[in-house]
């Protein structure tokens, strides 16, 4: 099961921070990733991070250099740090769990969190 948490109202160019909590324990070895939908669109894939403790990502292009996506293996935690947004972020961001990263990036994750809102002000 997973737990997102952390979204809200952000300003362009502020900075915001998503949690998602997994539970279980085999989560080292699970890839974990975030997709997000904004509204009217599809829901399109973020980041991934490699299963285990290498910490390998992966980011989509529209937000790489701005958004870092982090785990900590003790704390079955997977967060994602969000700076210099921008009004284009804004949707329903999901984490996502997976033995393979591949199908993360796909977005036919074996796992799906609900969603958190985050809306970003111009």
């Known amino acids: 099961q997973l737990q997102a948490f952390g979204g809200g109202l952000g300003q362009a160019g502020g900075s915001l921070r998503l949690s998602c909590a997994a539970s279980?324990?085999?989560?080292?070895?699970?890839?974990m990733g975030w997709s997000r939908q904004a509204a009217g669109k599809e829901r399109e894939f973020v980041a991934v991070?490699?299963?285990?403790?290498?910490?390998?990502?992966y980011y989509a292009d529209s937000v790489k250099g701005r958004f870092t996506i982090s785990r900590d293996n003790d704390k079955n935690m997977v967060y994602l740090q969000m700076d210099s947004l921008k009004p284009e972020d804004t949707a329903v961001y999901y984490c996502?769990?997976?033995?393979?990263?591949?199908?993360?990036?796909?977005?036919?994750?074996?796992?799906w969190g609900q969603g958190t809102q985050v809306t970003v002000s111009s």
């Open positions: 996502a769990a997976d033995q393979g990263q591949h199908r993360i990036v796909v977005l036919t994750p074996e796992y």
């Open positions: 279980g324990r085999s989560f080292g070895s699970y890839a």
């Open positions: 991070i490699k299963r285990g403790g290498g910490g390998s990502t």
